[in-house]
């Protein structure tokens, strides 16, 4: 259960981000496929991030203290046709830098939208985390938009797709920000994860 969530810091450079002791928590994905909602659905908050249904909202690398323990992290979007492409170059280089160099960065959470056919922009973004040694968890989001049978179908889509690249598909949750669905399960991973942290420092 998470107790005290609040907001920290907007960074547009990973070296500017709060001191890498505890272990931390990204959510990435195309734009407008719920990042922001997950976060406050799973932290029990109306607006701790900020939502739009507008693609592009968030912009920055934004980082909230969760019980004093660890970090959950808002990312900025991709995918998004109508930013410029010099803007497109920035997204590239700030979460490129962010997702390979951040020493905390203990799970990053690929969101996918849970209504669509396995999109290109999503299986390369995977790719490359692969490529680049990025521990990847999927979130498929927005089930409450499908009946059960029709989303487990594009689940199992996207994971067939996977395993046609990789020995291993990723780890997957589903997700809802509307009805909640997938939190408990989430929370649990996530806590394992922070238990594993402070316990392998422990040892070290
Ligand atoms: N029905 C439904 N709508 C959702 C869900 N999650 C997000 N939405 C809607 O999808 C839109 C985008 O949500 P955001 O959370 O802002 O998406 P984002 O990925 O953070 O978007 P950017 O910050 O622009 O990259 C909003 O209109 C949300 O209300 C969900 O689980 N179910
Ligand atoms: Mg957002």
Same mark, same amino acid.
């Given at each position: 259960?998470?107790?005290?969530?609040?907001?920290?810091?907007?960074?547009?450079?990973?070296?500017?981000?709060?001191?890498?002791?505890?272990?931390?928590?990204?959510?990435?994905?195309?734009?407008?496929?719920?990042?922001?909602?997950?976060?406050?659905? *799973? =932290?029990?908050?109306?607006? &701790?991030?900020?939502?739009?249904?507008? #693609?592009? /909202?968030?912009?920055?690398?934004?980082?909230?203290?969760?019980?004093g323990r660890w970090y959950m992290v808002d990312l900025p979007g991709?995918?998004?046709?109508?930013?410029?492409?010099?803007?497109?170059?920035?997204?590239?280089?700030?979460?490129?830098?962010?997702?390979?160099?951040?020493?905390? *960065? =203990?799970?990053?959470?690929? &969101?996918?939208?849970?209504?669509?056919? #396995?999109? /290109?922009?999503?299986?390369?973004?995977?790719?490359w985390c692969a490529e680049n040694a990025i521990p990847v968890v999927?979130?498929?989001?927005?089930?409450?938009?499908?009946?059960?049978?029709?989303?487990?179908?594009?689940?199992?889509?996207?994971?067939?797709?996977?395993?046609?690249?990789?020995?291993?598909?990723?780890?997957?949750?589903?997700?809802?920000?509307?009805?909640?669905?997938? /939190?408990?399960?989430?929370?649990?991973?996530?806590?394992?994860?922070v238990e594993e942290f402070y316990t392998a420092g422990q040892n070290?």
């Open positions: 259960m998470i107790k005290k969530p609040s907001f920290l810091v907007s960074n547009t450079d990973y070296k500017k981000c709060p001191s890498p002791n505890r272990p931390e928590f990204a959510f990435i994905g195309r734009s407008n496929v719920g990042k922001s909602s997950l976060i406050n659905m *799973l =932290t029990n908050h109306k607006n &701790l991030a900020k939502i739009s249904g507008k #693609p592009g /909202k968030t912009q920055l690398i934004n980082h909230f203290d969760i019980d991709y995918g998004f046709a109508k930013v410029s492409k010099s803007l497109k170059s920035d997204w590239d280089k700030m979460i490129r830098e962010y997702l390979t160099r951040r020493e905390n *960065l =203990t799970v990053t959470f690929v &969101l996918v939208d849970s209504r669509l056919d #396995p999109q /290109k922009i999503d299986v390369e973004f995977i790719y999927l979130l498929f989001t927005k089930a409450d938009k499908l009946s059960l049978s029709k989303t487990n179908a594009n689940v199992k889509k996207f994971i067939g797709a996977m395993e046609e690249m990789f020995e291993e598909a990723p780890e997957y949750f589903i997700t809802s920000a509307q009805t909640g669905q997938g /939190k408990e399960e989430v929370i649990r991973f996530i806590e394992e994860n070290s």
